[in-house]
């Protein structure tokens, strides 16, 4: 399976619990634009589970909820996977998370994996009460975070441009 030179938004969380559906909401808002290029999902799956998903983009954006407790809720962080090196671990695969996940992704099938995957994260107030809501702090920030995910998105189409002139002058 060739890389499709596409793009994927995915949004991970939960529908009913507060502040932790913005990534499916951001993911959605993306959806609606109706960009050729992007293909947006809204997941509430986690660790291998992502990895069919992933497979064929060229390029993906993983959107989701954070919470630290280091930074005020509505903050918005980009991260690359490297950035989370230090939490791949050897653990039973109910027990994956996302960064172990791509490793495995790109240690058993690197063919069909991304060029690159780049998380855009929320810190959120709450992600423990049971509600379709989100809090008011999260809710205010949802522009940034869309914003965020779009600039991604347009690094990711440069990158792209670059590699197929790179290509076309081989030829």
């Not at 030179?5 to 990534?23: E, Q």
């Not at 947006?40 to 992933?54: D, I, R, S, Y």
């Not at 903050?75 to 994956?96: C, K, L, N, R, Y």
């Not at 690094?155 to 290509?167: A, L, M, N, T, V």
């Amino acid at each position: 399976m060739a890389l499709n030179g596409r793009l994927a938004v995915i949004g991970i969380g939960s529908p009913i619990m507060t502040d932790d559906s913005i990534g499916l909401r951001i993911s959605e808002a993306i959806q609606k634009k109706g960009m050729p290029d992007v293909d947006c999902f809204q997941e509430a799956v986690g660790g291998l589970e992502l990895l069919p998903l992933l497979r064929g983009y060229s390029y993906a954006v993983i959107v989701d909820a954070i919470q630290t407790w280091n930074y005020d809720p509505g903050t918005v962080m980009i991260f690359d996977v490297a950035d989370f090196e230090s939490t791949v671990h050897d653990v039973p695969s109910h027990d994956i998370n996302v960064a172990t996940a791509i490793k495995i992704g790109r240690e058993m099938e690197p063919e069909t994996m991304p060029l690159q995957i780049k998380f855009v994260a929320m810190e959120i107030k709450d992600m423990a009460t049971m509600s379709e809501e989100l809090t008011p702090e999260v809710a205010a920030r949802q522009d940034s975070m869309e914003r965020a995910v779009l600039f991604v998105l347009d690094e990711f189409r440069k990158d792209r441009d670059q590699i197929s002139k790179e290509d076309a002058s081989k030829d």
